[in-house]
């Protein structure tokens, strides 16, 4: 009974596969300040027909941009109802990225702006669906939805030594996965791993998986420490890391939810995040990782250093962890999802 169909839009796809619907762009934007994303749009008429022929009851935006700028129009259009999802701090990312106030100022009124047009709004943690309502979103529209991670996938299983191919000199590997960018508050990472690396010798290895904007002036500023930077990685590739790490790092202060600190968790391999934002209400504090001040980096050292000089304690997070994942199944967060979207 769960009939839907994900519409995109992104070139030299074509159609995908059953259930989904690509229609070729007929334009793009460029992001100055991120030039490895681009926003393609299609033509909006070919969309308006693509909705009206398929009789669909209901549209739901994923992101603000093109494709749910469209979709929102659409649904003026058509007299559709139409919920939406905060799955992206954009107004933090633009402040971040440009170091411009007004820029963010800016992000906010246009956010406000589209989700009180949504009869919905769904936020993936109630940090986020907090600020929105802050910020001037109608507080009778927001849901915080369930969102689980693929643990088939990502296994213990997984692990493999996957790291020795680098040659690295330490005996623990500090993780994080993510876009290397400055949004993702990773001068904090810097700051932390150079004071351990000043303490503890190279008893631990920095491994950055990813690619961003950030990364030129990350590894500068890393240069003389045990730091790997894999770029992005994929695949098996991508689950074997995880699983062959020992200890996972997210200092991001914006993700809404934070996908990756599942992931890992999934892999069990126990997790170091902060107070701010959506991934901490994805961890069970003390058991499954840590919860550290996210403006600072000697709370973040503190608890790392703890930490690697007692690898029971992380073997013990480790399998609870993936216990806790074990609850979170992407089944189990799609039925509960499903359910939300019946009762609203």
Same mark, same amino acid.
């Given at each position: ?18 259930g ?5 762009? /007929? @334009? ?18 070919? &969309? !308006?027909? *693509? ?16 494709? @749910? ?37 800016? &992000? ?17 943690s109630?940090? *986020? ?44 590997k ?9 949004e ?6 810097e700051?932390? *791993? ?7 010798g190279?008893?631990?290895?920095? /491994?950055?998986?990813?690619? @961003? ?8 500023? !890393?240069?003389?420490?045990n ?10 590739? !991508? ?9 996972? /790092? ?19 391999v126990?997790?170091v ?21 996210g403006d ?10 703890d ?17 806790? &994942? ?13 359910? &939300?979207?019946?009762?609203?």
């Amino acid at each position: 009974d769960k009939d839907y169909t994900v519409i995109t839009c992104d070139r030299g796809h074509g159609d995908v596969g059953p259930g989904v619907k690509n229609f070729t762009p /007929i @334009g793009l934007y460029d992001l100055p300040e991120y030039p490895e994303i681009k926003l393609f749009y299609p033509s909006f008429l070919e &969309m !308006l027909s *693509f909705v009206y022929d398929n009789d669909f009851t209901h549209l739901h935006a994923a992101t603000p941009g093109p494709i @749910g700028l469209m979709a929102l129009l659409i649904s003026k259009v058509l007299k559709l109802p139409i919920s939406g999802t905060y799955h992206t701090a954009l107004p933090q990312y633009a402040l971040h990225l440009t170091g411009d106030d007004a820029m963010e100022d800016l &992000m906010w009124r246009f956010m406000v702006w589209f989700y009180n047009q949504m009869d919905k709004v769904y936020s993936p943690s109630k940090a *986020f669906a907090d600020e929105l309502i802050e910020k001037g979103v109608n507080a009778n529209k927001l849901l915080v939805y369930p969102r689980g991670v693929d643990v088939n996938r990502f296994h213990p299983k997984k692990r493999n030594g996957f790291f020795d191919r680098y040659n690295l000199n330490g005996n623990l590997k500090l993780l994080y996965v993510g876009r290397v960018s400055k949004e993702k508050n990773l001068h904090l990472l810097e700051q932390m *791993f150079k004071q351990l690396h000043a303490e503890h010798g190279p008893k631990a290895d920095l /491994i950055i998986v990813g690619d @961003g904007p950030y990364r030129e002036e990350m590894q500068q500023n !890393l240069e003389g420490v045990n730091c790997l930077f894999t770029g992005k990685l994929d695949g098996e590739d !991508l689950t074997q890391a995880y699983a062959s790490s020992d200890l996972f /790092i997210f200092p991001s202060t914006t993700d809404t939810f934070g996908k990756v600190v599942l992931e890992a968790q999934a892999s069990g391999v126990p997790v170091v995040v902060t107070d701010m934002g959506g991934p901490q209400e994805n961890v069970i504090p003390d058991e499954t990782g840590v919860i550290v001040r996210g403006d600072d980096h000697e709370p973040l050292f503190s608890a790392v250093s703890d930490l690697i000089t007692d690898p029971d304690r992380i073997k013990r997070m480790g399998q609870s962890a993936r216990n806790y &994942m074990e609850t979170r199944s992407y089944q189990k967060a799609f039925d509960s999802a499903w359910q &939300m979207y019946k009762d609203n």
